[in-house]
C-alpha cells in the first residue's frame, strides 16, 4: 500500500535500532493480540442480537467477562506499557502522524484509560452489558419500565464508577465521550447541539406551516419482506459492500460488527407496512460496512487499521443513508429496482411523490426513523438526560417522565408509551453511555465531506443517477477509510475540507432539499 | 440437587480442611475459567459453519488459535497442577467417584495430556482446524481431493506429532483415541469393528437374498423444504429437546455444539428429494442435544457435568434417531403428523409401507445416510485407514484409491466419485482424528441401553405410541445425563445394565426388527 493509503501522510520507512525495532514488533504483536479477543466479544455480541437462545443470556455474561478480564489483563501488561513508553519518548517522538507514531500515540491512550480501571469494574461491567441486554429486550416488548430500571440503575451506577475512575474535572460525561470521540467533551456537545437546536427549531417551524406537504402514505403500503430482503441485499452490495466478507441478518437492532478485518456484519429490522425501516436501516449499516471494509487490513488492531472516532464512523453511516440514499440521482437510478420489487405499493406512484415522501419532515418519536431535520433534536435530548444521570442531577425512576416531556417541550410531541420512548434504544442496556452526540456530529461530518466530494469527483451526481458509486467510494477509502485513527475526527475533517467542523454545511444541505418539497 | 442425581454415586458431602478447602475452590475455578473459553471455542466454530462469511476463514484461524493458546496456558498452570495433585494424594484419594474425586482425576488426567503439548503444536492444530476445514468445503463442492490433499497430509502431520507428543506404545492411534473414549484402544476398536463385520456381513448376505424388499422410492417423492423445516422442530421440540435453550439451523453438515450450558445447538441439512436426510439427522443430533441439556449445569466445566465419553454421546443420538425414531411404536404416534405435512408424497401410503421404507437396508455411499446394518461397517472402514494414515502405512495421495476399495471390499459398492467418497466427512479437515469408532460404540451403548430401559420404564412402547416420551427421557437422565463423567463409559455401561458391553443386544436388535420386514 502507498503512502496515498492515508491520505498522504508523512510515513516515512521505518527506521529504528534493533533494540527499538525488537520492541517495536513486541507492540504490534501484542496490540493484535488483544484485537483478536475484541473481535470474538463482536462474535459473542453479533450472536447474542441475533441467533443466541434467550435461556443462553446468563452463561453468554460469563463469556464477555472472561474475555474483558483476559483483555484488560493485556492491556495493563507492564513490557507492553514499557515498551509504548520507550518508543513513544524516543524514535517515534518527531512523527506523531505516521502509521508506527500513530499506533503507539493510540494504544498509550487505551493503556491509560485501562490502568486506571480496576479488574473488579471491568468485569462488572462486562457482566451488566450482557445480562441488562436481555433484561431490556423483555422489558422493551412488554412495555414495562419498572422491569428495567433496577439494571438501568446499577449500569449507570457503574458508568458513573468507570467516570471516576478514569478522572474528569468538568463533568463525568467526559472521559466516557472521549472513549468513542477523543478528545471531545460534553461541554463540545453541548455547543454543539445547542446550535443546531437554535437553527434547526425556526426550520421547523417554517415547514410546520408549509403549503405543500408530500404523501407518505405510499411509504405505508404492503411491503412484502421477501421483496425487502432482496432489494436491502442488492442495494447493498451495489455501494460496494462485500456480502463475500459480510452478512445482513434480521435484529431486533439495526447495527454493524466488525467480527474480523474479512468480516462485517450487519443487521436490519423489518416492517411489512413500512417501506423506509429497512430500506434506509439497511443503507445506513451498510455504509458503516464500507467503512470497516474499507479500512486497511494489513493494519487491523493497529490505530492506521482502526476507524478514526464513532462521530466519523457515523458520517459515513449516514452519507449513504441520507446524502446519497434521500437525494435525487439515487432514486433516478434506484427508483425503477423499488418499483419493480413493489409493484403493488409503487407502480402508479412517480419518482417525484417518492422522493418527497422519502424526505418528509415530521416530529416523531422513533429516533433511527426520524428524518433529517428532527434527528439531530432526539439526540438533543438523549445527551442532556444521560448527562443529567451520570451527573446525578436525574434519577433513573424520574427518567421516563423527563423523557416524555422533553420530547414534549423539543420536538412538540409526547410519547404514549416507554415502548415508544425511553426504551427504544440499546445503548444504555449495553453500558453505552457517550456516545449518542457522535450520532449528531456524524451528521455534520458526513455534510461536510460530501459537499467538499462534490468538487472532487468528477460529475458525482450523474455517475450516482447511473447506479454508479466507486468515485464516490474511492474518494472515501482515500480521505478517510485509509487514514485509519492516525488523525482525529477534527483534524481529519480540516485535512479533506480545509475548514474546521461547521454546522453550515448540514445547514445548507437541508435548506437546499427541504424548501423546494415544502414549496416554501 | 440430591444424591440420586448421579446415578446414585458415593457422594459424601464434601469434608476438607481449609487449606484444602481453598485449593478446591482455586480448582473449580480455575476449570470454570477455561470451559468459558471452551465454549466460546464452540460457538467460533458453530459460526464458521453455519454464518461466517467465506472471507472471513483466514481472520477466524486467528481467533481460534489465540484461544487455543490461552487455554493451553490455563490447562499447564503450574499452581493449578499443583493443587490437583495434592488433592489427589490427599483428601480425595480415597473417593474416585465422588463429584470431586472424579473432577480431579479426570482433570488431572487432561492437564497430563496438556503439558505434554508444546504451545507451538497447540497453536498449529488450532489454525489447521479452521484453515482445513474451509479448503475441504470447497474440495468436497468441486469434487476435488487433489486440493484438500496437502493440507489433508498437513493435519495428519500434526496429529502424529500430537500423538508422539501425548506418547503411545502399541499405537498412535490410541492416544488421539483415548481424548474421546477415555481407556479405550486401538486394539479395543479393532476387536469390536471385526466382531461387528463378522456378524452383520452374513446379515446383509441374508437380507440380499430376501423374498420380500421395501418400497424405498416413497421417500424419494418432494417433500417441501418449508414442511421439512417445521416438522424437524416439532419432532425435537417433542422428544424434550428445549428450543429456548437451543436452536436449529440447516448447516452442510448435522452436528450438535454446546455453547453454554443452556445453549445447544444442533444443524440438520434438507434435500426436497428425500424425506430421511434432514428427519433422522435431526431426531439424530437432538438425541445429543437432550444429553447436554441434560448435563448438570451446576457442575458446567467439571466431570459431573460433563458428557461420559463420545461413545457415550453417540448412544444417545443413535438411541433417538435409530431405536425410538425407526420404530413401529413412534410411528404409530408420528406417522400422521408426517402425513399430514406431507400430504403429497404420502396420502397413500400406509404406516407399514413407511416403517419398512425407513428401514431398508442396502449399502450405501454415504454414512450419515447409512442404515442400522450397514452403518458400523463404514465405521469399520474409516477406523483402519485413519490407523493406516497415522501409522504410516498408508499414503495421503494413495487415499482416494484405498477408500474406493474398502468400499468395494467390505460394502461391495464404489464410490463414483470423491464427494460421496473420501471428501464427505468433515472430521478429518477439522483435525478429528480418532473419533470414527466412537460412532460404533455409541450404536452397541444405545443397544444395551436401550434393551434394558424397556425393563426398567412402565409400558415404554405404549408411551411412545401415544407421543410420550418423558419416561425414557427420565431414564436416561438419571442413568447417563446426570452422572457426567464421573464413571468411564465401560463402568457406566455395567452400572446401568449389569453387564460389560456387548455386540449381543445391537444384533438382537437388528435381527428382531429386520428379518420380519424382508420376510426372513
Given amino acids: 500500500m502507498d503512502s496515498s493509503s492515508n491520505g498522504g501522510a508523512e510515513s516515512a520507512p521505518l527506521k529504528l535500532s534493533p533494540a527499538h525495532t525488537r520492541q517495536w514488533e513486541r507492540v504490534c504483536q501484542h496490540a493484535r493480540d488483544i484485537r483478536v479477543l475484541d473481535s470474538i466479544q463482536w462474535l459473542l455480541d453479533w450472536d447474542q442480537q441475533c441467533y443466541m437462545p434467550s435461556a443462553g443470556a446468563e452463561y453468554r455474561a460469563r463469556q464477555f467477562t472472561a474475555l474483558a478480564a483476559y483483555m484488560h489483563r493485556l492491556w495493563t501488561d507492564r513490557q507492553f506499557g514499557d515498551d509504548l513508553n520507550e518508543l513513544a519518548a524516543g524514535p517515534l517522538a518527531d512523527q506523531p502522524y505516521s502509521d508506527a507514531g500513530a499506533t503507539v500515540r493510540v494504544l498509550r491512550r487505551q493503556v491509560e484509560r485501562m490502568v486506571r480501571l480496576p479488574q473488579t469494574l471491568v468485569e462488572a461491567l462486562a457482566n451488566a452489558r450482557s445480562t441488562s441486554q436481555q433484561i431490556w429486550v423483555a ?287 440499546i445503548h444504555w442496556s449495553v453500558g453505552i453511555v457517550g456516545y449518542f452526540p457522535t450520532y449528531a456530529l456524524g451528521n455534520l461530518y458526513a455534510c461536510q465531506v460530501y459537499e467538499h466530494a462534490r468538487t472532487q469527483v468528477a460529475d458525482m451526481d450523474a455517475a450516482i443517477a447511473e447506479g454508479r458509486f466507486g468515485g464516490l467510494l474511492n474518494f472515501l477509502r482515500r480521505r478517510i477509510h485509509h487514514c485509519g485513527r492516525v488523525w482525529s475526527a477534527g483534524q481529519l475533517i480540516e485535512r479533506i475540507t480545509g475548514q474546521a467542523l461547521s454546522s453550515e454545511p448540514f445547514m445548507n444541505h437541508l435548506r437546499a432539499k427541504l424548501l423546494p418539497i415544502f414549496a416554501l
Same sequence: chains 1, 2.
Fill in 139 to 425: 422489558a422493551r416488548k412488554a412495555n414495562d419500565f419498572r422491569a428495567f430500571a433496577p439494571s438501568l440503575a446499577e449500569t449507570f451506577r457503574l458508568k458513573r464508577q468507570q467516570a471516576d475512575a478514569l478522572g474528569w474535572t468538568a463533568s463525568p460525561y467526559d472521559p466516557l465521550f472521549d472513549e468513542y470521540e477523543p478528545d471531545a467533551t460534553a461541554a463540545d456537545a453541548e455547543r454543539v447541539l445547542a446550535d443546531l437546536q437554535t437553527q434547526l427549531v425556526p426550520l421547523l417551524d417554517r415547514i410546520r406551516g408549509a403549503p405543500r406537504r408530500p404523501d407518505v402514505s405510499i411509504l405505508r403500503r404492503h411491503y412484502p419482506v421477501a421483496a425487502q430482503r432482496r432489494i436491502g441485499r442488492r442495494i447493498a452490495s451495489r455501494i460496494g459492500f462485500r456480502l463475500d466478507a459480510g452478512r445482513l441478518d434480521p435484529a431486533p437492532h439495526p447495527f454493524c460488527m466488525q467480527v474480523g478485518p474479512q468480516d462485517v456484519r450487519l443487521t436490519t429490522r423489518y416492517d411489512e407496512r413500512f417501506f423506509s425501516t429497512s430500506f434506509f436501516s439497511t443503507l445506513h449499516e451498510a455504509g458503516h460496512g464500507l467503512y470497516e471494509q474499507g479500512l486497511r487490513a494489513d493494519q487491523f488492531g493497529l490505530a492506521p487499521g482502526d476507524y478514526c472516532s464513532l462521530g466519523m464512523h457515523e458520517s459515513q453511516s449516514r452519507l449513504w443513508e441520507n446524502l446519497v440514499g434521500r437525494s435525487q440521482p439515487f432514486w433516478t437510478f434506484a427508483f425503477p429496482w423499488v418499483q419493480q420489487a413493489f409493484p403493488a405499493a409503487l407502480a402508479s406512484v412517480s419518482q417525484d411523490q417518492f422522493y418527497a415522501a422519502i424526505n418528509d419532515v415530521q416530529p416523531s418519536l422513533i429516533r433511527v426513523e426520524a428524518d433529517e431535520a428532527t434527528y439531530n433534536l432526539h439526540i438533543v435530548i438523549r445527551f442532556r438526560i444521560e448527562r443529567d444521570l451520570l451527573e446525578g442531577s436525574l434519577a433513573i425512576d424520574d427518567l421516563p417522565s423527563r423523557w416524555n416531556d422533553e420530547y414534549e417541550r423539543v420536538l412538540g410531541i409526547r410519547p404514549p408509551d416507554d415502548r415508544q420512548g425511553v426504551l427504544q434504544d
